[in-house]
């Protein structure tokens, strides 16, 4: 059964009026010494795209699906069809799931384990036969009624117990599928009030669970990659992870930071008051930058709306970090983004990913140019010039005390700043987009 009357999604460049083309997204271009399909590593994220019903809080599910009227088994194998061709039309390339994604969970553990195994063997035979990747899977051990407390930071050992075993069967299956890395998204780990919470217990718990999990991936022979996912808050109140730094501290904390980098998503950066840039320099300046979870969030909307991006500005800034990165092997550009409900067609499956991925390449596109001109190292570097001789350099180098600051400072008669021109900058950013628009 075919599931996307399409021919292959190509590119054709910038002035294209089809919709069903790649307008910057051209994946065998060069662009420094990387193919943009090597830069960006796309991946489709099963939940999104062939799970949810475009559901709210408000309203029942709007999608339009081929598969909806199926059985659960039926439907989980139909999907996979389904996203295998999926890939396939739009040259993507990678994929990242969570267990009850890809599978039903049955009325134990037991047969949920079953559903996996049966799936899993599907998924198998059709990464053999197509060449395509998983990115990473991960567990969902925050929507079943079991993790009201939480999973690894559950009041209820039984809890933790449960979420173990889900996390070990999903090792095993990332071992079976060659995952490139393996993800922790804490859910449901948080708090609702500190009245009634234990935070060190539940901390101290949740490290010695990731210690677990990464005892049993060697033990098992799995090799990828451990993320994490910050986010600050939905559906807790307050998430352990809140962001970057916060969760940083607490792989420091529990000797975790040489096992575990990040994936950083950008809507949670700006639940985080952050900005998407903001999370992904924290952790690229600390060595922790693993991968992205690409999509946006709405300026007017306080909540996780998981739009995907088209905010090219962002995509740019990003691209920017990811390229001084050294890009993000093993990790990847993952679309956790839904279409809007009222985009409920099929075919707005393949339409929303086609901007999403034209938005990440022109923003690949600006910022390597940027990164060439040396654009932003020339305008920080003016910035700091005063540290680069006399007592600026030897602050930098621990040389002076403070008495020698003192004696220093005495000696000013007038201290003189500069402007930032912040406003210039941006301005010339803008040029930066539009000239390379322009250019396709």
Not at 420 to 430: A, M, T
């Amino acid at each position: 059964m075919t599931y996307f009357d399409i021919e292959k999604v190509q590119y054709e460049g910038p002035k294209s009026t089809n919709p069903f083309s790649f307008k910057y997204y051209n994946a065998s271009e060069k662009i420094g010494d990387k193919t943009m399909a090597e830069h960006l590593r796309f991946s489709v994220a099963y939940w999104h795209t062939f799970t949810a019903d475009l559901s709210d809080p408000f309203g029942v599910g709007a999608a339009i699906r081929d598969w909806d009227n199926l059985n659960d088994m039926d439907k989980a194998k139909a999907r996979v069809s389904a996203i295998f061709e999926f890939m396939e039309k739009t040259g993507i390339e990678y994929f990242c799931f969570h267990d009850i994604d890809i599978a039903p969970e049955g009325k134990n553990l037991e047969e949920s384990n079953e559903n996996l195994d049966v799936i899993v063997k599907l998924i198998k035979e059709k990464m053999d036969e197509t060449g395509k990747k998983l990115l990473w899977n991960t567990t969902n051990n925050f929507t079943h009624e079991r993790f009201v407390h939480g999973a690894a930071t559950s009041s209820n050992a039984d809890v933790f117990a449960y979420a173990a075993a889900k996390v070990k069967k999903s090792l095993e299956i990332a071992k079976t599928l060659n995952a490139e890395n393996f993800v922790f998204w804490g859910g449901r780990e948080g708090y609702e009030s500190l009245l009634n919470t234990d935070m060190k217990l539940e901390l101290d718990n949740l490290a010695k669970f990731f210690k677990m999990a990464i005892a049993y991936a060697e033990e098992i022979g799995f090799k990828g990659q451990f993320l994490i996912e910050p986010k600050p808050k939905e559906p807790t109140t307050h998430q352990y992870d809140t962001d970057v730094a916060t969760a940083h501290a607490f792989l420091q904390k529990y000797n975790l930071d040489h096992v575990f980098k990040f994936n950083i998503e950008a809507n949670h950066a700006t639940l985080a008051g952050h900005s998407f840039q903001h999370e992904l320099r924290y952790a690229r300046d600390n060595q922790l930058l693993g991968s992205v979870d690409a999509n946006q969030g709405h300026p007017q909307l306080g909540w996780d709306t998981d739009e995907f991006p088209t905010d090219v500005y962002d995509t740019t800034l990003a691209m920017y970090e990811i390229l001084k990165n050294g890009g993000l092997t093993p990790g990847g550009l993952n679309f956790d983004a839904k279409p809007r409900r009222t985009s409920f067609k099929q075919e707005d499956l393949v339409l929303t990913h086609i901007a999403g991925m034209d938005a990440f390449a022109l923003g690949l596109r600006v910022a390597h140019q940027m990164i060439e001109d040396n654009f932003f190292e020339n305008i920080v570097s003016e910035k700091y010039a005063s540290y680069q001789s006399g007592i600026g350099q030897k602050i930098l180098n621990g040389e002076v005390t403070f008495k020698e600051l003192e004696k220093y400072a005495l000696t000013l008669t007038e201290i003189t700043n500069e402007s930032d021109h912040l406003e210039v900058i941006k301005s010339q950013i803008n040029q930066y987009i539009l000239n390379i628009n322009s250019k396709g």
